[in-house]
C-alpha cells in the first residue's frame, strides 16, 4: 500500500525518541531517564477544577480559539510576567498542547520552496513539521564550549534568501541551554534585518534556575514578529491534559485556527478550566516542583562529571546532555549498549540533530533514587570503556 501514501508522510522518519523507547517496552527492570515527563501529579486544585467543571455537566465544545476566561487569564499572565501583551479575542488561541501549536504555526507560516532555520540539538518535532509543511530545513549548529546557545555568525552562515522561518527553543530540550537578553539582541537585529518570523517555544520557561527568563517577543520591535508558544505540560505537571496555547500578531493566530477548526475544532473543555485553574492558583505548587528539579538538576551533573564524562551545566528544563565521546562509541551505540547491559533508558544525542552526536539526553524529572540508581549503573557502564 506504500505507493498510496504521500512522499512526504511514507519518508519522514520515526521520531528518535519513540523509536528508541519501542525497544525500552520489551524489557523488564529498566530505568528510563527517556521520556520528559514531570515524575509529579497535577497540583490538587488543578485537578479538582477539572472535576468540578465536569460535575457541573461541562462537557460540551469551546470556541475554536479557546475558553474566553482563559485566553483573557493567559493575557493577563503574559502581561505580568513577562512584558508583553496579545489580545485575548484575536491574538491568543488554545491548542492541544504546545506541540499542536507548533504544527499550526508551521503549516500557516510555510510553504514548498521556504526554508526553517532550527538551532541544533533541537526538540524532534520541529524538522518534520517543518517538512510536512512543505519546506525545507537548514539545521545550526550550537555548541556545548558556547552553553549551547545561538549565536550570530552560526545564524548568519545558515541564512539564505529563501529562509522564512527561525524557531526557537530556550530553555532547550535536549541541552537546558537558556539565552540571556544579551545573547538574544544581535539574534532579534538579524531577525529584523532578513524580515523573518520566529516561532518561540518557552514551554520550559518557568523552569529556569538561574536569573530570569527572557521571552523572544519582549525584545525591542520583536512583539510582532514572534509567535509565543507555550503550554501547561511541564511546569503543572499537566502532560496528560494535552493543554497549549500559541499568542501572535492576528493574522498569523486567525491563519491557525482556521486550520485548527478543521482539525481539532477545540481544546478538551475540562483541560481547559483545569488550565486556567493552575493560571490562578499553582504557582506555589509549581515553584516547589522547581526547587525539586533544580536539586536533581545538581545530582546529575556532578554524577556524570563525576564517572569522568563532560557535563555542561543545564540552566533550565529537566534534561542533561553530557558527552558520552570519552567512551569511543557513538550516541546510538552508547544508548543501545547501555541497555542492553545496565538496564538503563537514555536517548541518543542524535534524535535531536546532527550536532547531538557524542551525547546522550538524560532526563531528571524521576525520583532522587532513580536518578542515583541510574547514574551507578552508568558509571558502571563507563568505567569499562575509559579506564
Known amino acids: 500500500m506504500k505507493h498510496y501514501l504521500s512522499p512526504i508522510a511514507r519518508d519522514l522518519p520515526p521520531s528518535g ?25 497535577t497540583p490538587w486544585t488543578v485537578r479538582e477544577s477539572g472535576i468540578f467543571s465536569l460535575e457541573q455537566g461541562q462537557t460540551m ?52 520552496g521556504d526554508v526553517a532555520l532550527i538551532p541544533d540539538p533541537a526538540y524532534v518535532s520541529y524538522a518534520p513539521c ?25 545564524l548568519e552562515k545558515a541564512y539564505t534568501p529563501n529562509s522564512k522561518l527561525l ?59 514572534t509567535l509565543h508558544i507555550s503550554g501547561f505540560s511541564k511546569a ?17 493566530i486567525q491563519a491557525m485556527t482556521r486550520i485548527h477548526q478543521y482539525t481539532m475544532l477545540c481544546a478538551s473543555i475540562t483541560a481547559q478550566f483545569a488550565a486556567l485553574e493552575a493560571l490562578r492558583s499553582a504557582g506555589k505548587a509549581k ?17 556524570f562529571r563525576k564517572m569522568g564524562l563532560s557535563c555542561f551545566e543545564p540552566l533550565g528544563a529537566f534534561y542533561v546532555f553530557p558527552s558520552i565521546e570519552a567512551t569511543g562509541l557513538s550516541s546510538e551505540e ?10 538503563v533508558a537514555v536517548v541518543p544525542g542524535t534524535a535531536f540533530g546532527p550536532s547531538g552526536e557524542g551525547h546522550i539526553r538524560c532526563s531528571y524529572a524521576y525520583s532522587t533514587e532513580k536518578l542515583q ?11 569499562k570503556r575509559i579506564n
Open 167 to 225: 524557531i526557537l527553543s530556550y530553555p532547550n530540550n535536549p541541552t537546558g541551554a537558556i539565552m540571556t537578553r544579551e545573547d538574544y539582541l544581535p539574534i532579534a537585529r538579524f531577525v529584523e534585518e532578513h524580515d523573518l518570523i520566529v516561532i518561540s517555544d518557552e514551554i520550559y520557561s518557568d523552569l529556569t534556575y538561574e536569573g530570569k527568563h527572557t521571552p523572544f517577543a519582549s525584545l525591542p520591535g520583536m512583539r510582532d514578529r
Open 287 to 303: 515553584a516547589e516542583m522547581v526547587t525539586t528539579y533544580n536539586r536533581r538538576r545538581r545530582i546529575m551533573v556532578n554524577g
Open 17 to 41: 525518541i519513540r523509536k528508541f523507547f519501542d525497544l525500552v517496552s520489551t524489557m523488564k527492570n529498566v530505568i528510563s531517564l527517556g521520556v520528559g515527563e514531570p515524575d509529579f501529579v
Open 130 to 154: 517543518a517538512q510536512l509543511a512543505g519546506a525545507e530545513v537548514k539545521y545550526i549548529p550550537t555548541h556545548a564550549e558556547e552553553g549551547f546557545r545561538l549565536r550570530l555568525p552560526d
Open 61 to 112: 465544545y469551546t470556541s475554536n480559539s479557546g475558553l474566553i476566561e482563559l485566553r483573557q487569564e493567559l493575557s493577563y499572565f503574559m502581561a505580568k510576567e513577562m512584558g508583553f501583551e496579545y489580545d485575548p479575542q484575536s491574538e491568543i488561541l488554545i491548542t492541544v498542547g504546545a506541540s499542536e501549536a507548533v504544527d499550526l504555526a508551521m503549516r500557516a507560516l510555510l510553504g514548498p
Open 236 to 252: 503543572y505537571a499537566m502532560t496528560g491534559w494535552r493543554i497549549g496555547y500559541a499568542a501572535g500578531h492576528h493574522d498569523i
Open 373 to 383: 540508581e541510574a547514574l551507578k549503573r552508568i558509571e558502571h557502564f563507563v568505567q
Open 334 to 343: 552508547f544508548a543501545e549498549q547501555l541497555l542492553h547491559e545496565e538496564k
